[in-house]
């Protein structure tokens, strides 16, 4: 049997909410997590307030094996994530020695409070030191919080992406040459000969080779293969452009 992983990314900023920055983190994880085999099941978009993080953070941390957060882990008055994350556990925030060493080191006489706030953690909180960063990735419980920065967010997951494997989706993809309304009974007779297939359809405008993208994915690669084999029989070979 397949081995199964769920996820779910809790978003953090005002910013992303207000439209002045674009959330580009979770295309990214979707996309990677995709690649190792797990499930994200769910994205939500939070303001920067204490409750609902922890609001958030009781409702989705039990429910999936693993969550992330994105944002709210600077040095400023809206960093607020570890408060969150803590008292949705629970838990206390407190200033990590290893993390207050390492800033009193750096810093110096110019270390201040805000600068200290960096080495505050949820209290039970494991620093995960893979890969050549600077600064440690912090893991509780099942809880992976990262910052909201795209570049750091991205390298602090590749840094311990391997992590998260499980057996991988098989994906078979079919370009159509007609409209969507043309194939949407072949669709639907496939999905219900294979209920487990997770099966998509995507129009496309204006591109002179296709006009649907139809995707079919399992972690079981035979019963893909008769998934897939399947709709293809249905289809008039004329309205196929393509397979991969």
Same mark, same amino acid.
């Given at each position: 049997?397949?081995?199964? +992983? ?26 990677? =997590?995709?690649?190792?085999? /797990? ?27 693993? =969550? ?47 600068? =200290? +706030? ?9 620093? =995960? ?10 893991? /509780? ?62 129009? +496309? ?13 399992? +972690? ?20 196929? /452009?393509?397979?991969?």
């Amino acid at each position: 049997m397949a081995r199964e +992983k769920t996820a779910a990314l809790i978003v953090i900023g005002n910013e992303i909410l207000s439209g002045k920055i674009a959330d580009t983190n979770s295309s990214f994880l979707a996309a990677e =997590l995709r690649a190792l085999g /797990v499930s994200l099941r769910r994205i939500l978009v939070i303001p920067d307030e204490v409750d609902v993080i922890a609001e958030a953070v009781r409702a989705y941390q039990p429910a999936h094996d693993v =969550l992330f957060t994105s944002g709210g882990v600077g040095p400023t008055h809206d960093d607020v994530t570890m408060t969150g994350v803590a008292r949705g556990l629970g838990r206390e925030v407190i200033r990590h020695p290893y993390l207050e060493a390492k800033m009193r080191e750096f810093f110096g006489s110019d270390l201040n409070d805000a600068r =200290l +706030k960096m080495a505050e953690v949820v209290a039970g909180s494991t620093l =995960l030191f893979e890969g050549n960063l600077s600064f440690p990735t912090i893991q /509780v419980e099942n809880i992976y919080i990262l910052p909201g920065i795209p570049e750091i967010f991205r390298e602090k997951f590749t840094a311990i992406r391997q992590r998260f494997t499980v057996d991988p989706f098989h994906l078979r993809v079919i370009y159509a040459r007609v409209q969507e309304t043309c194939i949407a009974d072949y669709l639907n007779r496939t999905i219900e000969s294979f209920p487990d297939l997770l099966l998509g359809s995507y129009p +496309k405008l204006h591109d002179p080779e296709y006009r649907v993208r139809v995707t079919l994915e399992s +972690k079981d690669q035979q019963y893909l293969e008769q998934a897939f084999q399947a709709l293809m029989s249905m289809l008039p070979p004329s309205a196929v /452009v393509r397979t991969e």
